[in-house]
């Protein structure tokens, strides 16, 4: 029986959002990668761009900034207008109210 695969999708991962897309925030993503939805990604600080996760950098993509909402075939030219996860609001226990 021949194997078959299915891409990832953004329900497989994200499984809560707060309302008005609080969490989100619109980046451009630079040109070579093909990243697929899920992928940690950090911000270039020269540039402001966001390339995949590079532990072992120290251009400002060695930190987590958020985790791509959708897929995206940068390989040609920088893609912008894409959305990346980047914050929870958490509701606070305040005890006696």
Do not use: C
């Amino acid at each position: 029986m021949p194997v078959q695969s299915e891409q990832n999708y953004l329900g497989d991962w994200l499984k809560y959002e707060d309302e008005s897309l609080y969490s989100r925030d619109e980046v451009v993503v630079v040109s070579g990668q093909n990243l697929a939805t899920g992928t940690v990604v950090g911000i270039i600080t020269a540039s402001g761009k966001v390339t995949q996760l590079a532990p072992a950098a120290s251009d400002g993509s060695q930190n987590a900034a958020g985790v791509l909402l959708l897929p995206v075939d940068a390989s040609s030219a920088d893609k912008g207008a894409l959305s990346i996860f980047t914050r929870h609001k958490r509701a606070v226990y305040r005890p006696g109210r």
